[in-house]
């Protein structure tokens, strides 16, 4: 059937702001379908509430709303555009909630709009538990023996039913498994039934029979709407059923499974995606017991996933594309496989040569007193894919991209089990075994490096799994790394001993030259980095190019080289001698561009997000668009930037030196780019410039594009960037570097308190407190990991400052300001974590006119070539310069759709030769307030004290847009997802000098109708001004009612908790803004964050919100 | 080492009393016999001979050179190089008869994950004449695991090399065609290269008669249905069948397995079929020898208004039988991932194929053909019926399916018993099935 020309045009939802359980895929799949969507000549509209995705870039769709995705705007907005069809299906759970919302009410049919893709009924029969069983039963396929329930009295009868323990608790229509989890008594039951209960769109949790320790896989699955279905991937998770699919290590294809075990699976795959009557994508979850050969269906999501970005990037087939043109009536057959091109046709299975593994990012590293434990549902912000012609070399490429710790395993010591005072004395002592043989047992982030630290330890691998219930095959595959990593160290060789036979050997299982070396060196207690010239990885890397070992590439085609492939899509791997006809690019001499490679910022992770990936693939465009070869390395499998065509080449790649470099040499690139991809990218700059001389020796003549690393150094070196600052007139923070406990107190005692103290190069504020006397002092450094390399930076605090964020560009000779940003909240509050407005609300002109000046000096001063962010604070008429990024900031996206600058382009372009003065700038526009809030993941991270500092927290951001800021506020208020409280009681507590600045934002929520309640001394300060109040205890006055008191019982719809001093843990405060996040109750911690929401509470009682045109100012 | 490897003949299997019992489970079947499954010899902890090991090399007739070591049997590989690209199957594959006479090299790097199960095999013995791999897994972890891909080899004595680029193979075969092959020990290396140059195709071997029974055999004597009713009787000539397709035949038939020379007369008077069946297997259709005599034998049971079904080979056989040319391909299609067009219901079904020749379409000609320009003479349709294209590949446009207008027959070419592969053409049994009881008159 060719396609349908009823349609007009197609409405297609996102998926809103990144967080745990929601990533950057659905940025991915929502450009790959709106892009297919209009080379078939359809008008789409993209709705999305995240400023920082590509998708709803201006020239992406034809029309653009960055508003809530909530079904009220969505229904607003198809009044006005009056779509012919919506697009569900690529924007995750939010908008499959949102169509089935608006399908239920009748919406859709009023407004003649037509849900394409799957089906309401579709979407019903996969997602309500109930419907899906009975459609598994009505066609035989095994499923867990499970009951739903809508209330508590149902869920203790079921768990009565079943009559075993443990039990599985799983919310229905929720995302990431939210509030799902593993019971082993009736307390826990409880505890676990009630969050899912009220987790549950529909209130309904399912109870089920406990199939923990089954091996868990997934299929992804493609159907049209002639019924032809194929299968483009099959996945095995390594850790068994109990571990959220999204949190677990997982392998593409199958490992340990026969054809009749797949083909099985396969039938089942493929016969409820018929019954379901699924159109485009689907993903299928199976349990399988690998003893008796049991099956169970677990679920199935009925659109693209997270899986399904990850089949894409693994098999090389574009899933949210082809669903995208199948939802408007191609089938299968008559589409080309865009992979392999003319040829072949979509209805295929890809057939892979090549082993793909999957490691999630977890946030644990930032959030270390976060509870680690892996379940059924997510913790992880992001993932990083690898490729390799074994398991072993997939696995420890991947290790090598997740950019946590070391690149590649070590033996654990028990420095692992926590950092802080005496980590480098802990690190000479192994980890005991009973600490190891716990880390086995229960799946955390630390799992897979204790499974190799068990085979180091020569654990048997019955044993190993007995503990762990891992398929033995993939023990097998771990011992052999723990067994080669012995042999390296038994070889008793230095680096230029050793044979092209060992090296070739140890390097097609994914050992990385700086693992070889740490090996050799037998892993001393002081780290790879600690080996001398000689022996450490510039040693191996040197004996491996002597020897002329360098990885192959080989091609991602989706058809394990039978068609010539398309697709310039590499990974590496080591394995024969000569370059004999495979994969090869071009030939150099035909290769006539200039070759310029961007590296791309790996993992989405707090702090490092999506806005990353923006800029990258921005920058390749601009490659592009100037006539020139885009060669981009990432390992993201969840983004556009690693879309099989948004580069002309792209290398899934560790982004580690070793691996960059052999990109670098093998497209014998011209240039690189590294100021797009977050830290990672220029956290490169300075050892490649140290390696660049070695590299030249191998014919490579590259040069680093954009900003010098002279310049990197002077913004980040905190010496040298404050004698850039004395010599240009900037003022900054008292500041001092301590590189050891002593150190870190005398500059504390020097600069008095409070003081900001963070280690040094660090992505999102990392460690970064406000310490405020010599106990949270002592408390800090007995948790701070310093070394002489890793110094502590103590900064003066500045009170009650305003923070300002500035995105720039400059070329040498101009420098063209994007944007001043002015923060909410006061600085100490993480610049990534607070909600910031476009243009600045509140800052004189004469102050802002300084800004700008101060932006140009330091953009010129330090020879920036390309973009930059400078934070400043201003604390009465004082303008302090905070930091100098040298770099594609977080903000930069947010600045481009708020003011219409191309920030990322116009930066690619001065960065690759085009000044300032030969580009077409947009004209910057006004007329308008946009507004960026945070996205925090509390709910999903237990244990993490839910107050904003220092640290950033947030996973991702909303914007809002009006002509009025309080309007534009609360649109992006509404969009984090966090209600906005209309009536009921406001709980009141803030510093006691803050009291006197509570009164009108007390007032005004007197006025709104709001019931106040505050701690007895808040209390009287509001009643001296007539307004009335009702004691609520403090918690530590063990009296009641106290806050929590109130919150539970409903009384409290809004929070002001304004903390007395941030950093170490207060506990009344944590423990109400903790509860106050599982009963989703919203809270402010600033008081300028209260006057702010009491303005948006009252544009929120005053009607409905208009949406608009995301381009109506450009 | 050193030993030049030698085809093994269907014959010199040790071959009844085995695993494999089509005929068990169904009602009415007393005794059947049973037949030897090529991982028997594992499964009854047979003594298995020593492997080869050490450095060897590979060399193509083109010229090119891959270095890697060697497993399996202490022998030299040799023969026609060709690859599939099925992921998972590798022991179906191993023991499916239409690889005699070729290298199968696998695409999928790790080959002997889950071992090799009982009862698993596609025939009696393991017929490549060698076999390359990436990596052959040596610890392998199933519930059904008896034994390694390396073992396999070695009690059927045949040689393997892994740690080869199998990408770069697959490549050269993609882009150069099927091209002959040896491989053996490092140091054999000038022994090789001569034997290379005198190497011929084993396209002009005989490759039927070697895979294929000598006598007729009757798989499940008695057979019922249901409703306590004899089934059907069907010959099943045996071309270099594979043991599902023989199973998926128990299912709807009683089945006589025969030669592939039997002729049709002896099976209609003899053995009073009621219908035909023609199986896969190796070669060149257009070889004068046993294949030739099988296509005889279709055409006659066309030409007598049988039904009759044919996979692969046989449909190979039908076309030659039905006046078509076949041709012999670049590289073929093997693998699990074909995708199949019905040109009657429009659907695709994704199937299991493994063929080096095929049937060239009566309008597009002889399309994905190798550059030798390799294909049978014309010939006259045998049997007098008009035959049409019912199944095209969706990627080459070449034929992958025939009906005979007006006549209870059709033919296949790729596997509808899948083993390896998917079940999407499964049912194209059940439809012969009725067919064949339509022709008879609504059951009986």
């Known amino acids: 059937m060719p396609r349908r020309d009823d349609l007009k045009t197609i409405m297609v939802l996102g998926s809103g702001p990144i967080k745990i359980g929601q990533a950057a895929e659905f940025d991915f799949s929502g450009s790959q379908a709106v892009q297919a969507l209009r080379e078939d000549g359809y008008e789409v509209i993209l709705v999305n509430s995240n400023p920082a995705t590509i998708q709803n870039d201006p020239e992406m769709a034809d029309i653009i709303y960055i508003e809530p995705l909530i079904p009220d705007t969505i229904r607003r907005i198809m009044e006005i555009e009056q779509p012919c069809a919506l697009l569900a299906g690529m924007g995750g759970q939010t908008a499959l909630n949102i169509a089935s919302e608006l399908a239920h009410d009748g919406s859709l049919e009023r407004l003649g709009v037509e849900l394409i893709g799957s089906d309401l009924d579709a979407i019903d029969k996969a997602e309500d538990r109930e419907l899906f069983n009975q459609v598994c039963e009505s066609i035989g396929l095994p499923i867990s023996e499970a009951i739903a329930c809508n209330s508590m009295d149902q869920v203790l009868a079921a768990a009565d039913e079943i009559g075993s323990w443990p039990i599985l608790i799983r919310p229905a229509f929720t995302l990431g498994g939210l509030g799902g989890g593993t019971a082993w008594d009736l307390g826990q039951l409880v505890e676990i039934a009630t969050l899912g209960l009220r987790n549950s769109r529909i209130s309904q949790v399912l109870i089920e029979e406990s199939i923990?320790?089954?091996?868990?896989?997934?299929?992804?699955?493609?159907?049209?709407?002639?019924?032809?279905?194929?299968?483009?991937?099959?996945?095995?998770?390594?850790?068994?059923?109990?571990?959220?699919?999204?949190?677990?290590?997982?392998?593409?294809?199958?490992?340990?499974?026969?054809?009749?075990?797949?083909?099985?699976?396969?039938?089942?795959?493929?016969?409820?995606?018929?019954?379901?009557?699924?159109?485009?994508?689907?993903?299928?979850?199976?349990?399988?017991?690998?003893?008796?050969?049991?099956?169970?269906?677990?679920?199935?999501?009925?659109?693209?996933?997270?899986?399904?970005?990850?089949?894409?990037?693994?098999?090389?087939?574009?899933?949210?594309?082809?669903?995208?043109?199948?939802?408007?009536?191609?089938?299968?057959?008559?589409?080309?496989?865009?992979?392999?091109?003319?040829?072949?046709?979509?209805?295929?299975?890809?057939?892979?040569?090549?082993?793909?593994?999957?490691?999630?990012?977890?946030?644990?590293?930032?959030f270390r007193t976060a509870d680690r434990t892996l379940g059924t549902s997510m913790k992880s912000t992001g993932e990083v894919m690898a490729i390799g012609r074994n398991f072993e070399e997939a696995f420890l490429k991947a290790w090598a991209s997740l950019e946590q710790g070391?690149?590649?395993?070590?033996?654990?010591?028990?420095?692992?089990?926590?950092?802080?005072?005496?980590?480098?004395?802990?690190?000479?002592?192994?980890?005991?075994?009973?600490?190891?043989?716990?880390?086995?047992?229960?799946?955390?982030?630390?799992?897979?490096?204790?499974?190799?630290?068990?085979?180091?330890?020569?654990?048997?691998?019955?044993?190993?799994?007995?503990?762990?219930?891992?398929?033995?095959?993939?023990?097998?595959?771990?011992?052999?790394?723990?067994?080669?990593?012995?042999?390296?160290?038994?070889?008793?060789?230095?680096?230029?001993?050793?044979?092209?036979?060992?090296?070739?050997?140890?390097?097609?299982?994914?050992?990385?030259?700086?693992?070889?070396?740490?090996?050799?060196?037998?892993?001393?207690?002081?780290?790879?980095?600690?080996?001398?010239?000689?022996?450490?990885?510039?040693?191996?890397?040197?004996?491996?190019?002597?020897?002329?070992?360098?990885?192959?590439?080989?091609?991602?085609?989706?058809?394990?080289?039978?068609?010539a492939a398309k697709t310039p899509y590499y990974y590496s791997t080591y394995e024969i001698d000569d370059d004999v006809g495979v994969d090869l690019l071009p030939n150099l001499e035909e290769r006539t561009k200039e070759r310029l490679v961007t590296v791309g910022s790996g993992p989405i992770r707090i702090g490092q997000g999506i806005e990353f990936d923006y800029g990258c693939v921005h920058a390749v465009k601009a490659i592009r668009a100037a006539g020139k070869d885009a060669v981009l390395i990432n390992n993201n499998p969840e983004t556009v930037s690693t879309d099989f065509d948004t580069s002309d080449r792209l290398y899934f790649e560790p982004l580690t030196l070793e691996y960059v470099s052999e990109v670098l040499l093998r497209e014998q690139a011209q240039g690189i780019l590294l100021q797009f991809g977050g830290q990672t990218a220029i956290n490169l700059a300075l050892p490649l410039n140290e390696r660049l001389p070695l590299l030249k020796s191998k014919g490579l003549d590259l040069s680093m594009m954009g900003t010098s690393c002279d310049a990197i150094d002077e913004a980040s070196d905190r010496e040298r960037f404050e004698a850039f600052a004395k010599r240009i007139g900037l003022k900054m923070p008292?500041?001092?570097?301590?590189?050891?406990?002593?150190?870190?107190?005398?500059?504390?005692?020097?600069?008095?308190?409070?003081?900001?103290?963070?280690?040094?190069?660090?992505?999102?504020?990392?460690?970064?407190?406000?310490?405020?006397?010599?106990?949270?002092?002592?408390?800090?450094?007995?948790?701070?990991?310093l070394a002489p390399d890793k110094p502590l930076l103590v900064d003066e605090y500045l009170g009650h400052a305003t923070e300002i964020d500035v995105d720039a560009a400059a070329d040498g000779e101009d420098v063209l300001v994007g944007a001043i940003m002015e923060h909410l909240e006061e600085a100490g509050i993480h610049s990534g974590d607070s909600t910031c407005f476009i243009p600045a609300q509140n800052i004189p002109e004469s102050m802002l006119n300084r800004i700008e000046e101060q932006t140009k000096a330091i953009g010129i001063g330090l020879k920036i070539k390309g973009c930059y962010n400078i934070q400043f604070a201003i604390q009465g008429d004082k303008l302090y310069t905070l930091e100098v990024n040298p770099r594609s900031s977080r903000t930069v996206p947010f600045v481009a759709k708020a003011t219409g600058l191309p920030m990322a382009r116009i930066a690619a372009n001065i960065t690759i030769g085009i000044p300032l003065s030969q580009q077409t700038i947009p004209q910057r526009t006004s007329g308008q307030v946009c507004v960026k809030a945070p996205v925090f993941p509390f709910i999903k991270l237990r244990g993490l004290d839910p107050a904003p500092g220092p640290e950033m927290k947030s996973t991702g951001e909303v914007y809002g847009s009006d002509v009025s800021a309080d309007v534009a506020y609360l649109k992006a208020r509404i969009a984090t997802e966090v209600p906005v409280a209309s009536e009921g009681g406001a709980y009141l507590t803030v510093r006691n000098d803050d009291k006197e600045n509570l009164v009108p934002i007390a007032q005004n929520l007197v006025d709104l109708g709001f019931t106040v309640y505050a701690t007895p001394g808040t209390c009287d300060v509001l009643r001296s001004h007539n307004i009335p109040a009702t004691v609520a205890y403090r918690i530590a006055d063990k009296n009641h009612p106290d806050a929590l008191d109130l919150m539970r019982e409903g009384k409290v719809s809004f929070i002001v908790n304004v903390p007395t001093v941030s950093g170490g843990a207060v506990r009344d405060g944590n423990m109400m803004r903790r509860l106050a996040v599982e009963l989703n109750i919203p809270f402010v911690t600033t008081l300028r964050g209260a006057s702010m929401e009491v303005a948006a509470m009252k544009v929120a009682l005053a009607g409905p919100l208009e949406p608009r045109r995301l381009t109506v100012h450009y | 080492?050193?030993?030049?490897?030698?085809?093994?003949?269907?014959?010199?299997?040790?071959?009844?009393?085995?695993?494999?019992?089509?005929?068990?489970?169904?009602?009415?079947?007393?005794?059947?016999?049973?037949?030897?499954?090529?991982?028997?010899?594992?499964?009854?902890?047979?003594?298995?001979?020593?492997?080869?090991?050490?450095?060897?090399?590979?060399?193509?007739?083109?010229?090119?050179?891959?270095?890697?070591?060697?497993?399996?049997?202490?022998?030299?590989?040799?023969?026609?190089?060709?690859?599939?690209?099925?992921?998972?199957?590798?022991?179906?594959?191993?023991?499916?008869?239409?690889?005699?006479g070729q290298v199968l090299t696998f695409t999928y790097p790790l080959i002997g994950n889950y071992g090799i199960h009982k009862g698993a095999s596609e025939s009696a013995a393991v017929w490549p004449r060698g076999v390359v791999v990436r990596h052959a897994m040596s610890q392998p972890d199933h519930r059904f695991s008896i034994g390694t891909v390396d073992e396999l080899l070695r009690s059927h004595g045949v040689p393997g090399i892994e740690n080869i680029d199998t990408r770069s193979i697959t490549k050269r075969v993609r882009e150069l065609g099927t091209v002959l092959c040896v491989f053996g020990p490092v140091e054999d290396e000038a022994m090789l290269n001569a034997r290379l140059k005198v190497l011929v195709s084993p396209d002009l071997e005989d490759l039927v008669d070697e895979v294929s029974i000598s006598d007729p055999v009757v798989l499940n004597p008695g057979a019922l249905d249901d409703l306590d009713r004899p089934l059907p009787r069907l010959g099943a000539l045996d071309c270099g069948i594979k043991y599902n397709i023989l199973r998926n035949l128990c299912e709807h038939f009683e089945v006589v397995w025969c030669p592939p020379e039997t002729q049709f007369s002896m099976l209609s008077e003899q053995y009073e079929i009621d219908a035909l069946f023609c199986s896969n297997g190796p070669g060149d259709p257009a070889h004068p020898g046993k294949a030739t005599a099988a296509r005889d034998t279709l055409a006659a049971a066309v030409r007598a208004g049988m039904p009759v079904m044919g996979i692969c080979l046989g449909h190979q056989l039908m076309g030659l039988a039905s006046g078509l040319q076949t041709y012999k391909m670049r590289y073929g299609h093997r693998g699990a991932n074909q995708p199949v067009v019905d040109l009657v219901t429009g659907t695709v079904a994704i199937t299991s194929q493994n063929h080096g020749f095929a049937v060239a379409d009566p309008e597009a000609g002889m399309l994905a053909a190798h550059p030798s320009g390799a294909s049978s003479p014309l010939g006259e349709n045998l049997h007098g019926a008009e035959v049409r294209v019912r199944y095209i590949n969706a990627n080459d446009r070449t034929v992958e399916g025939l009906d005979i207008v007006d006549h209870p027959s059709f033919t296949v070419q790729f596997h509808p018993e899948a083993c390896p592969g998917p079940h999407d053409a499964a049912p194209l049994f059940g439809r012969f099935r009725s067919i064949v009881d339509e022709h008879l008159g609504g059951g009986f």
């Open chain 1, 734 to 785: 008292r500041g001092a570097t301590g590189t050891s406990s002593d150190d870190v107190r005398a500059a504390v005692e020097q600069i008095g308190f409070p003081v900001l103290i963070r280690p040094s190069y660090v992505l999102g504020g990392r460690g970064m407190e406000i310490l405020a006397n010599q106990q949270q002092v002592d408390a800090y450094l007995s948790e701070a990991y």
């Open chain 1, 212 to 366: 923990l320790g089954w091996q868990e896989l997934e299929y992804e699955v493609m159907r049209d709407g002639a019924d032809n279905a194929t299968i483009v991937c099959t996945m095995e998770n390594i850790d068994p059923m109990g571990v959220h699919t999204g949190e677990s290590t997982v392998v593409a294809p199958l490992q340990s499974f026969s054809d009749a075990d797949h083909q099985i699976l396969r039938d089942q795959a493929l016969r409820l995606i018929r019954a379901l009557n699924i159109k485009g994508g689907c993903n299928v979850q199976f349990a399988f017991n690998q003893f008796t050969g049991e099956t169970r269906v677990i679920e199935v999501n009925p659109r693209v996933s997270r899986s399904s970005a990850l089949a894409s990037k693994a098999t090389g087939y574009p899933i949210a594309r082809l669903a995208a043109k199948i939802a408007v009536g191609y089938t299968l057959d008559e589409l080309p496989n865009p992979i392999t091109g003319d040829g072949t046709t979509a209805a295929f299975e890809p057939t892979l040569d090549y082993c793909v593994v999957k490691i999630p990012r977890w946030p644990f590293d930032k």
């Open chain 2, 1 to 100: 080492m050193g030993v030049r490897f030698r085809p093994k003949l269907m014959s010199e299997v040790s071959f009844s009393s085995g695993s494999f019992c089509p005929g068990s489970n169904r009602r009415g079947v007393s005794n059947p016999p049973s037949f030897f499954d090529a991982a028997d010899a594992l499964a009854n902890g047979e003594e298995i001979p020593l492997g080869a090991q050490g450095s060897g090399v590979l060399l193509t007739a083109d010229g090119g050179r891959y270095t890697g070591t060697l497993f399996g049997a202490k022998t030299h590989g040799e023969g026609e190089l060709v690859f599939t690209t099925g992921m998972m199957g590798y022991q179906e594959s191993l023991t499916d008869p239409s690889f005699a």
């Open chain 1, 406 to 563: 070391c690149a590649h395993p070590r033996p654990l010591t028990r420095a692992d089990e926590s950092e802080g005072d005496g980590m480098a004395e802990r690190a000479l002592s192994e980890l005991p075994d009973s600490t190891l043989v716990e880390w086995c047992r229960v799946a955390t982030d630390r799992r897979m490096g204790a499974l190799i630290e068990a085979f180091r330890r020569s654990w048997s691998v019955e044993k190993v799994h007995e503990i762990t219930r891992i398929t033995r095959w993939f023990l097998y595959r771990f011992e052999n790394i723990a067994q080669t990593e012995r042999a390296i160290t038994n070889t008793h060789a230095t680096p230029a001993e050793l044979t092209r036979e060992q090296l070739k050997a140890w390097k097609s299982l994914g050992f990385s030259d700086a693992h070889i070396a740490d090996a050799l060196a037998g892993f001393p207690a002081a780290g790879p980095k600690s080996l001398q010239p000689g022996f450490n990885e510039e040693a191996v890397m040197k004996r491996r190019h002597s020897l002329g070992l360098h990885p192959r590439y080989r091609m991602v085609d989706s058809c394990a080289a039978e068609f």
